[in-house]
Nanobody, 122 residues
Framework: QVQLVESGGGLVQAGGSLRLSCAAS????????LGWFRQAPGKEREFVAA????????YYADSVKGRFTISRDNAKNTLYLQMNSLKPEDSAVYYC???????????????WGQGTQVTVSS
Protein backbone atom coordinates (compact mmCIF):
# COMPACT_ATOMS: atom_id res chain seq x y z
CA GLN A 1 0.00 0.00 0.00
CA VAL A 2 1.07 3.56 -0.74
CA GLN A 3 0.43 6.43 1.65
CA LEU A 4 0.15 9.98 0.32
CA VAL A 5 0.04 13.14 2.43
CA GLU A 6 -0.63 16.54 0.85
CA SER A 7 0.32 19.89 2.32
CA GLY A 8 0.73 23.52 1.29
CA GLY A 9 -2.84 24.59 0.68
CA GLY A 10 -4.25 27.83 1.99
CA LEU A 11 -5.92 31.13 1.17
CA VAL A 12 -4.43 33.34 -1.52
CA GLN A 13 -5.60 36.32 -3.55
CA ALA A 14 -6.22 36.05 -7.28
CA GLY A 15 -2.95 36.32 -9.17
CA GLY A 16 -0.96 34.85 -6.31
CA SER A 17 0.95 31.59 -6.01
CA LEU A 18 1.02 28.45 -3.89
CA ARG A 19 3.14 25.33 -3.91
CA LEU A 20 1.55 22.04 -2.92
CA SER A 21 3.55 19.05 -1.71
CA CYS A 22 2.72 15.35 -1.56
CA ALA A 23 4.91 13.04 0.49
CA ALA A 24 4.74 9.39 -0.59
CA SER A 25 5.61 6.36 1.53
CA UNK A 26 5.06 2.62 1.61
CA UNK A 27 5.36 0.11 -1.18
CA UNK A 28 5.67 1.45 -4.70
CA UNK A 29 6.31 -0.21 -8.02
CA UNK A 30 9.32 0.58 -10.16
CA UNK A 31 7.22 2.26 -12.85
CA UNK A 32 4.37 4.49 -11.68
CA UNK A 33 2.60 7.82 -12.09
CA LEU A 34 1.80 10.45 -9.51
CA GLY A 35 -0.95 12.92 -10.32
CA TRP A 36 -2.83 15.90 -8.97
CA PHE A 37 -6.62 16.14 -9.05
CA ARG A 38 -9.01 18.72 -7.64
CA GLN A 39 -12.64 18.84 -6.61
CA ALA A 40 -14.74 21.91 -5.90
CA PRO A 41 -18.05 21.75 -4.01
CA GLY A 42 -20.83 20.49 -6.26
CA LYS A 43 -18.44 19.53 -9.06
CA GLU A 44 -16.82 16.32 -10.19
CA ARG A 45 -13.21 15.59 -9.43
CA GLU A 46 -11.04 16.70 -12.34
CA PHE A 47 -7.55 15.88 -13.52
CA VAL A 48 -4.97 18.63 -13.08
CA ALA A 49 -1.50 17.24 -13.84
CA ALA A 50 0.55 14.05 -13.73
CA UNK A 51 4.17 12.96 -13.93
CA UNK A 52 5.75 9.61 -14.76
CA UNK A 53 8.15 9.14 -11.87
CA UNK A 54 10.90 7.46 -13.88
CA UNK A 55 11.67 9.70 -16.84
CA UNK A 56 9.68 12.74 -15.73
CA UNK A 57 7.22 13.05 -18.62
CA UNK A 58 4.44 15.44 -17.59
CA TYR A 59 0.80 15.98 -18.54
CA TYR A 60 -1.50 18.93 -17.83
CA ALA A 61 -5.15 19.80 -18.07
CA ASP A 62 -5.80 22.60 -20.55
CA SER A 63 -7.19 24.78 -17.77
CA VAL A 64 -3.82 24.96 -15.97
CA LYS A 65 -1.28 24.83 -18.80
CA GLY A 66 1.19 27.67 -18.55
CA ARG A 67 0.25 28.40 -14.93
CA PHE A 68 0.89 25.17 -13.00
CA THR A 69 4.04 23.05 -12.95
CA ILE A 70 4.28 19.50 -11.64
CA SER A 71 7.66 18.23 -10.44
CA ARG A 72 9.24 15.64 -8.17
CA ASP A 73 12.14 15.23 -5.73
CA ASN A 74 13.42 11.67 -5.93
CA ALA A 75 15.55 11.91 -2.77
CA LYS A 76 12.60 13.09 -0.68
CA ASN A 77 10.04 10.93 -2.51
CA THR A 78 7.89 14.03 -2.78
CA LEU A 79 5.62 15.40 -5.49
CA TYR A 80 5.04 19.13 -6.00
CA LEU A 81 2.55 21.34 -7.76
CA GLN A 82 3.64 24.93 -8.26
CA MET A 83 0.56 27.05 -8.92
CA ASN A 84 1.01 30.56 -10.32
CA SER A 85 -1.45 33.20 -11.55
CA LEU A 86 -4.18 31.63 -9.47
CA LYS A 87 -7.81 32.32 -10.32
CA PRO A 88 -10.93 32.01 -8.15
CA GLU A 89 -12.02 29.05 -10.28
CA ASP A 90 -8.91 27.19 -9.10
CA SER A 91 -10.43 26.97 -5.61
CA ALA A 92 -10.88 23.32 -4.68
CA VAL A 93 -9.60 20.50 -2.54
CA TYR A 94 -6.45 19.23 -4.23
CA TYR A 95 -5.53 15.55 -4.04
CA CYS A 96 -2.42 13.69 -5.05
CA UNK A 97 -2.80 10.15 -6.34
CA UNK A 98 -0.72 7.12 -7.33
CA UNK A 99 -1.11 4.53 -10.04
CA UNK A 100 1.15 1.58 -10.72
CA UNK A 101 1.13 1.78 -14.52
CA UNK A 102 2.28 4.49 -16.91
CA UNK A 103 -0.71 4.50 -19.26
CA UNK A 104 -4.02 6.37 -19.04
CA UNK A 105 -2.60 9.12 -16.86
CA UNK A 106 -6.00 10.77 -16.37
CA UNK A 107 -7.77 7.89 -14.67
CA UNK A 108 -7.53 4.55 -12.83
CA UNK A 109 -5.42 5.73 -9.91
CA UNK A 110 -4.96 3.25 -7.07
CA UNK A 111 -4.27 5.37 -3.97
CA TRP A 112 -5.24 8.87 -2.88
CA GLY A 113 -4.15 11.39 -0.28
CA GLN A 114 -6.46 13.15 2.15
CA GLY A 115 -6.51 16.41 0.19
CA THR A 116 -5.51 19.99 0.92
CA GLN A 117 -7.78 23.02 0.54
CA VAL A 118 -6.87 25.81 -1.86
CA THR A 119 -9.01 28.95 -1.75
CA VAL A 120 -8.42 31.82 -4.17
CA SER A 121 -10.20 35.07 -3.32
CA SER A 122 -11.26 37.72 -5.84
Amino acid sequence: QVQLVESGGGLVQAGGSLRLSCAASGRTFSRYILGWFRQAPGKEREFVAAIIWIGGMTYYADSVKGRFTISRDNAKNTLYLQMNSLKPEDSAVYYCAYKSRTTNYGSNYDYWGQGTQVTVSS
